[in-house]
């Protein structure tokens, strides 16, 4: 089936240190790895994203990297600010009906502190 | 540009009552999603037309209908509607169906 497995579901480190979120995939297939940052009250927003063709992406303290042989993916956050509290959505791309669709993990409510 | 915009915002309804969640987007995107968040859940896929004229059932469709309008607007009716679809509804629009999904402000609502 179409599933993207997501952990932890809650994370909280202090101000400065790194944090790391990973997901999983059911279909070989998707090529397609976004994520999305929700703050309280907000709409998901994406941050980065990632291809298939690609094993890494960065954005100054945000990365992405992608094992495909695993289908597996992570967000790594460096250097973590207060700002950077909020829940965190990775997804993939599933086909279905001829078209691609994306499929949500259950979210990472990262918190932290300064 | 409004960007996706979504109305109402908030509603509270009585078990068996229908409504209708509107949603409009003014990016020309082809792709447009209806998705509900309940907490510990993350976004659950309900249907998404992948371009006017078609749609397609996601994660959980039961309970819900969908109509593609046009071009810019995907309209979400319960028909009769019950406790378990309270939830936060979300729309979104993507220009190409492996792009950055635009989301809208959601609507929150409540069936008692």
């Known amino acids: 089936g179409e599933n993207v497995e997501q952990h932890p579901s809650t994370l909280s480190v202090q101000e400065g240190d790194s944090a790391v979120i990973k997901c999983t995939y059911s279909?070989?297939?998707?090529?397609?790895f976004p994520w999305y940052k929700q703050e309280l009250g907000k709409r998901p927003q994406l941050i980065i994203d990632?291809?298939?063709?690609?094993g890494e992406k960065k954005d100054q303290r945000i990365a992405v990297t992608l094992n495909k042989t695993a289908k597996h993916f992570s967000l790594h956050i460096t250097e973590t600010q207060p700002e950077d509290s909020a829940v965190y959505f990775c997804?993939?791309?599933?086909?279905?009906?001829?078209?691609?669709?994306?499929?949500f993990g259950a979210g990472t409510r990262l918190a932290v502190h300064p | 540009n409004a960007g996706v915009t979504q109305t109402p915002k908030f509603q509270v309804l009585k078990t068996g009552q229908s409504m209708t969640l509107q949603c409009a987007q003014d990016?020309?995107?082809?792709?447009m999603y209806w998705y509900r968040q309940d907490p510990g859940m993350g976004l659950r896929l309900i249907y998404y037309?992948?371009?006017?004229?078609?749609?397609d059932k996601g994660e959980v469709p039961n309970g819900y209908n969908v109509s593609r309008l046009n071009k810019r607007e995907f309209s979400l009716r319960l028909e009769s509607a019950a406790p378990s679809q309270t939830s936060v509804y979300f729309c979104?629009?993507?220009?190409?169906?492996?792009?950055?999904?635009?989301f809208g402000e959601g609507s929150r609502l409540t069936v008692l």
């Open positions: 037309s992948a371009s006017e004229g078609t749609t």
């Open positions: 979104a629009s993507t220009r190409q169906n492996t792009g950055e999904l635009f």
């Open positions: 279909d070989s297939a998707s090529n397609y």
């Open positions: 990016m020309n995107h082809n792709s």
């Open positions: 997804a993939a791309s599933f086909r279905g009906g001829g078209y691609n669709k994306l499929i």
């Open positions: 990632i291809r298939s063709n690609v």
